[in-house]
């Protein structure tokens, strides 16, 4: 643990920690930190605002922050194969014409750690037909409006299996639907939209962190592929069809963010869906800014702090309205790179460093997510 603020008298404490991919989720993690918090200052009041960036915990952030979000069960067809229970989120009316706020998250439907732990990849055939089906289910109960969580996919598919889910066809030469996955995309010859869903009447909001183009050396192939399996042969023939799919229907595959979820973004822009910053966007319907302002002190973290994550992660969104709030913004990370600039924040506390190894800490996060919080606590 490093730095220190000067003493405080009792106050409240937003916690605002992302989940600690592969090892606990944003809720618990917030639980941990809790737990710790209070062996050093009883007298604090917690606030929990869990934080996702579109990623693993996006429904989960919602459900914990949102009063009356309800979750609605649905079995989908898993990247795997097999069905696989999964659940969207219902965000109740605020209008009186208003049918609610469906949200879905693609890491419970089609997401990698669907896959077991270690994963058993499935780079060319894994695809995102559960993440359309659990959205056909919410646009099936009659949502106004979708906020989708792109974060944590499982395949390189374009988006594919999402859009047939949704009502798209997309067929080969003889008129046949293509094999599922990346597999299917060097056969695809028409995509027929005449089927594809209606947006609801609010529009489709995709989170996302990532900015990536579909194609390209900084491509969903590319990039992306090989941590789901692609091989140093797969990657040039995926964004080649990659590159001809974005050609068939006449989407620019450039587009910033085009490349986020196995090139999942490109198959939602093409649906009509806006890409925005995730930690940006969870923060604002989860009213972030608002509980941080009535705050004396926040708590943000991820599994990994390092050079990248002040572009857009959730660490560097909950610290820029800390500041703007005036209020001091402490990190807790399961590891904190020696590239990574921590000087904004009044105190940091690492859980590799506080159990010796990255394994050690992976093992029992909450145990040491607790050391974490009462060491920040203490440097109060």
Known sequence: MTGATEGRPPGTVVLAVDSFKGSIAADAAADALEAGWHRVRPGDRIVHRPMADGGEGTVAAFAAAVPGATLMPVTVDGPEGAPVEAHWLLLPPTAAADAGTGVVELAGTSGIELLGTPPRLRPLDADTRGFGQAIAAALDHGVSRLVLGIGSS??????????????????????????????????????????????????????????????????????????????????????????????????????????????????????????????????????????????????????AFDGQSAAGKVPSRVHHLAAVAGVPALLVAGRISPDADTSAFAATASLTDLAGTPEAAMADPATWLAQAGAALAASL
């Open 154 to 303: 499982a395949s390189t598919d374009a988006g594919v299996g999402m859009l047939a889910a949704l009502g798209a066809r997309v067929l080969d030469v003889d008129g046949a639907p293509v094999a599922p996955g990346a597999r299917g995309l060097g056969d695809v010859a028409e995509v027929d939209l005449s089927g594809l869903a209606p947006l609801p009447a609010g529009g489709v909001r995709v989170l996302s962190d990532v900015t990536h183009p579909l194609t390209g050396p900084r491509g969903a192939a590319a990039v992306f592929g090989p941590q789901k399996g692609l091989g140093g042969d797969d990657i040039p023939a995926v964004d080649a069809a990659l590159a001809r799919l974005a050609d068939l229907v006449g989407v620019d595959p450039d587009a910033p963010g085009s490349g986020a979820a196995g090139g999942t973004g490109f198959a939602l822009r093409l649906w009509g869906g806006e890409l925005v910053p995730g930690a940006e966007e969870v923060a604002e319907l989860i009213r972030l800014a608002d509980a941080i302002g009535g705050a004396a002190v926040v708590v943000t973290g991820e599994g």
